[in-house]
T-cell receptor
């Protein structure tokens, strides 16, 4: 069965622009979480969606937002991009209620110039 | 806070055994995960512990002590392909799938 799919894989944007990243979870997985990974900070939790509702949010500014659609696909948006937003953005999907692992996508490498 | 602490880097020799430690704050603990991440790739699941004790899976084992807020990942018969970053992640609370990650331990396996 297909894994978690993130698009695009690579993205270059200019400061001040906005960007939308997409994540398609594993079929049947209704929980989607987003993480930002940078060399200095490691993986940091952005937000979690389940059944189109944001269930949890990390300590990121309001420029970071997301949503989930009825087919469980999720998007995250970053507005007014800053240089410090350059990172690998990872999406993870999970079966609701499962004690098992979260499955990660390959990520989107965002570079802000 | 919910700091997850693990060593930044480790070096080991092919064929040897290495133990990567992870400490975390115990309040609200609801499970601990270990992930492996090769450079430029997605993290992949290695192990999950929610009860005290040792979980063995092939060459990899993971141990948990909930009272001490301590876990370790044990890698046996090291191979060159085990060179990667190893991430410790903790789930806190109930109805959430949010994971708090450590910054990862970069393991270099040398011939």
């Amino acid at each position: 069965k297909a894994g978690v799919t993130q698009t695009p894989r690579y993205l270059i944007k200019t400061r001040g622009q906005q960007v939308t990243l997409s994540c398609s979870p594993i079929s049947g997985h209704r929980s989607v979480s987003w993480y930002q990974q940078t060399p200095g900070q490691g993986l940091q939790f952005l937000f979690e969606y389940f059944s189109e509702t944001q269930r949890n949010k990390g300590n990121f500014p309001g420029r970071f937002s997301g949503r989930q659609f009825s087919n469980s696909r999720s998007e995250m948006n970053v507005s007014t991009l800053e240089l410090g937003d350059s990172a690998l953005y990872l999406c993870a999907s999970r079966l609701q209620g499962a004690q098992g692992e979260a499955f990660f996508g390959q990520g989107t490498r965002l570079t802000v110039v | 806070g919910q700091n997850i602490d693990q060593p930044t880097e480790m070096t080991a020799t092919e064929g040897a055994i290495v133990q990567i430690n992870c400490t975390y704050q115990t309040s609200g603990f609801n499970g601990l995960f270990w992930y492996q991440q090769h450079a430029g790739e997605a993290p992949t699941f290695l192990s999950y512990n929610v009860l005290d004790g040792l979980e063995e899976k092939g060459r990899f084992s993971s141990f948990l002590s909930r009272s001490k807020g301590y876990s370790y990942l044990l890698l046996k018969e090291l191979q060159m392909k085990d060179s990667a970053s190893y991430l410790c992640a903790v789930k806190y609370g109930g109805a959430t799938n949010k994971l708090i990650f450590g910054t990862g331990t970069l393991l270099a396996v040398q011939p």
